[in-house]
């Protein structure tokens, strides 16, 4: 498995841009898919994108395309996620998570974004 930490949350205002980042320890990470999921307060986790262990396939949620880009770093180990345009809806918790098979098992702590109006 892969030990991985969410960076580059913040408060910003809406229009604003963030990326956050999500640092993977551990080897053959270029083995997992990663998504990126939001859990806004009092509602449930959700998957916003995902990308596939070479980069080469991504997905994005209606809500977020467009906006947000996903991409990674195989050789620093590193997934990035872009977010341009930000909204106040876009203010949750953020986790990345990797998975081999058909799960998601490896889980960041997460990283708060705050989108002011």
């Known amino acids: 498995q892969v030990q991985l930490v969410e960076s580059g949350g913040g408060l910003v205002q809406a229009g604003g841009s963030l990326r956050l980042s999500c640092a993977a320890s551990?080897?053959?990470?270029?083995?997992?898919?990663v998504g990126w999921f939001r859990q806004a307060p009092g509602k449930e986790r959700k998957l916003i994108t995902t990308i596939s262990g070479s980069g080469g396939s991504t997905y994005y949620a209606d809500s977020v395309k467009g906006r947000f880009t996903i991409s990674r770093d195989n050789a620093k180990n590193l997934v990035y996620l872009q977010m341009n345009s930000l909204k106040p809806e876009d203010t949750a918790v953020y986790y990345c998570a990797a998975r081999k098979g058909s799960v998601y098992d490896c889980w960041g702590q997460g990283t708060q974004v705050t989108v002011s109006s």
């Open positions: 551990g080897r053959a990470f270029s083995g997992y898919a």
